[in-house]
């Protein structure tokens, strides 16, 4: 050793001249160009998913059908594509990853041919975090390939309809865009198996589309439209007029003819129904009594309800307005009736309501699901089995809803933000809608499992970094505007959020955003997380608001604040 660093001393002195002063001879500069970084450079790299399933995400719609012994069903993501399983939901595979869109609105399945699917892209449940599609597709084969079929600026799909007489004749129900005017909005039908589009029912302003449809499928020419009027704006949502008795467009409507006319049901024209104006219409056919209709409408209250028609829609009846029945119809618009007793309806909401009654009344069927629902399949073979989606993933109960399984096997989380630490392998922060914030390992001997990711903060999860001045602590952020200093070994949490005095901005308050932006520094990490000593009361009595705001086992709840 000692030998080579005498020989690399001699090496270097042999560059310096006998004067000992390095050569003064003027050497060419240099110009390194900066290395181009885009989407070339990383062409080559395939996309990991590292997870998790743990908590999964939003579900927007789903189907299922029996084929021979085994149950096939479909899943539609709000932002995470198709995925089918073969065997009841045990295993799933993605399906749709190829196309251009994931964000899935409606599946349907052909009545006649289990391998012939339709997907509708672009999801209809319009909360200001929403991805948008590119049309309808289709799939002969059960899924392994699709191709486009048009309606390519529909932006998002609530329905789709499949005549079980004659399958190659499709109604779709069309919301269209959500923050713009658009006249691709509407009732379309194919006769030709998605060759050709015609729309046979169109609302009467640019704002006007379709909210769901339903059809008797006992005489598929007989559909029910509900047409929803609407438009978010980056401060606010409007369903229905501008103002709580302004005109709007929206309505129910009926067609005996396959769409050729349409009757619009009115207060006047169908007795027993509210009087407009209306916001979202939802609407569901009773299959084992299609004479038995029933339709939410959004009204002005006390109007707005669950009304019910034993007559194809001729005279209706108020049934229940629950708050379940009623809360956030942007988000939950969906009846879905027993295909083998036309009193038996669910009603997806924040919890899973259900009724044996014929919706006079409703109780709550969530049990231990994470809530916020938007789809429900009943097997026509057996209505004890029930599949639902909802915000957290996708349920299965045997015994008609008194319990509830989740299988923890389809890793669709929707991150808002993600952030990385500086560790070696490095570690992904993210928060997910509706799912709090969460920690996972880029990668692990063996491969990446659900237990390599832990839950660090509650709420709906937004911006979460590493303090770089201290890995052990992290700083996240929830809706509202809540950020807290957590621990990451021991889980200890200490809300950080500035202004605690009388004008807090509390989750409920409509001039508070649902996220603010975050950022740690590095030369003040530690900072953002001491208070004073005068504080500490105060600090505790939000950290109990809180904890309840967010419930004990990290999942939302809507605020209780005084």
């Known amino acids: 050793m000692r030998a080579n660093a005498i020989a690399i001393r001699l090496a270097v002195s042999a560059l310096i001249p006998a004067t000992g002063v390095l050569s003064q001879t003027p050497q060419p500069t240099v110009v390194v160009a900066a290395p181009k970084v885009d989407s070339e450079t990383i062409s080559g790299l395939g996309a990991r998913n590292i997870g998790s399933a743990a908590m999964s995400g939003r579900v927007a719609a789903l189907s299922a059908v029996h084929e021979g012994n085994r149950l096939t069903v479909y899943i539609g993501a709000a932002s995470g594509g198709v995925w089918k399983s073969a065997n009841g939901g045990t295993t799933y595979k993605p399906v749709f990853d190829k196309q251009p869109v994931q964000s899935i609105g409606a599946i349907a399945i052909d009545p006649t041919n289990p391998k012939t699917v339709w997907v509708g892209t672009g999801e209809p449940w319009t909360r200001n975090s929403v991805s948008v599609g590119d049309g309808i597709y289709k799939s002969t084969d059960g899924g392994e390939n699709w191709t486009n079929f048009g309606l390519r600026e529909s932006e998002r799909i609530a329905k789709i309809l499949i005549d079980p007489s004659s399958p190659n004749t499709v109604y ?16 379309y039908k194919t006769t030709d198996g998605g060759k050709t589009w015609m729309k046979i029912l169109k609302g009467s302003n640019a704002s006007t589309g379709c909210s769901m449809m339903s059809m008797d499928t ?77 339709a939410f409408i959004e009204a002005v209250p006390p109007l707005n309800a669950l009304y019910r028609s034993d007559d194809g829609g001729r005279t209706w009846e108020a049934r229940d307005r629950s708050q379940a029945m ?16 036309e009193n038996r309806i669910y009603k997806p909401d924040g919890p899973l309501v259900f009724s044996t009654d014929g919706g006079q009344s409703f109780s709550n069927i969530s049990g231990g699901a994470h809530g916020d629902f938007h789809d429900v399949w009943i097997d026509p073979m057996n209505s ?62 063996g491969g990446i499992a659900n237990g390599q990711w832990e839950n660090m903060y509650g709420g709906d999860g937004f911006w979460m970094f590493v303090d770089p001045t201290n890995p052990d602590y992290l700083y996240a952020e929830a809706q509202g505007g809540y950020i807290g200093r957590v621990n990451r070994k021991t889980h200890e949490t200490r809300p950080i959020y500035p202004d605690l005095g009388s004008h807090f901005r509390r989750p409920h308050d409509q001039r508070s955003a649902e996220a603010a932006p975050g950022a740690v520094g590095r030369r003040d990490g530690r900072q953002l997380g001491r208070r004073d000593a005068h504080d500490d009361l105060r600090d505790r009595r939000v950290a109990e608001e809180f904890r309840d705001y967010l419930g004990g086992d990290g999942r939302r709840k809507r605020p209780a604040f005084p």
């Not at 809360?327 to 083998?340: G, H, S």
Request: include cysteine.
């Open 326 to 341: 009623i809360w956030r119809p942007f988000y939950f618009a969906n009846l879905i009736v027993d295909p083998n007793n």
């Open 384 to 445: 004890d089995h029930v599949i639902t989606g909802d915000d957290g993933g996708v349920w299965y109960s045997y015994d008609g809803g008194n319990k509830w399984w989740k299988a923890d096997n389809l890793p669709i989380s929707q991150f808002y933000h993600v952030s990385v630490d500086m560790d070696r392998p490095y570690h992904v922060y993210g928060g997910l809608q509706d799912n709090s914030s969460w920690v996972g390992a880029s990668e692990f001997p």
């Open 172 to 187: 779709v129900c069309v919301p269209g865009k959500l923050w713009s005017d658009s006249n691709d909005r509407g009732v």
């Open 218 to 294: 006992k005489d598929p020419k007989t559909i029910y439209a509900g047409m929803w009027d609407f438009r978010r704006r980056g401060w606010t949502f409007r369903s229905g007029g501008n103002g709580e008795t302004a005109p709007s467009a929206s309505g129910l409507f009926k067609s005996t003819d396959g769409g050729a006319t349409w009757t619009d049901l009115t207060a006047t024209s169908a007795k027993g129904l509210p009087p407009k104006p209306w916001g979202r219409v939802a609407v569901t056919v009773a299959p084992s009594k299609p004479n038995v209709v029933y």
